[in-house]
């Protein structure tokens, strides 16, 4: 199970505030985060730049060669 610090919840709060009053922007376009997964990821990220406890982020799951394959044949 993943463990948190208080200060990492509170930074993840923050940013959930944020983006309820409409404040809260995405990093480089600037664009008002509406995403209640984008607003947690933003506030985690924050604490973990300010060296908080947070867990490392969980890998990116590659796509298999067979379904992006397919994918492409299905969009010709």
């Known amino acids: 199970m993943a463990k948190y610090s208080k200060k990492a919840s509170a930074d993840v709060e923050r940013a959930m505030k944020k983006r309820k009053a409409g404040t809260l922007k995405s990093g480089r ?10 607003a947690i990821a933003i506030g985690l990220s924050e604490a973990r730049a300010k060296g908080k406890k947070v867990p490392k ?16 044949k299905a969009r010709k």
């Open 29 to 38: 376009s600037g664009r008002t985060v509406k995403s209640r997964k984008q």
């Open 57 to 72: 982020q969980a890998a990116k799951k590659k796509a298999s060669k067979k379904k992006t394959a397919k994918k492409r």
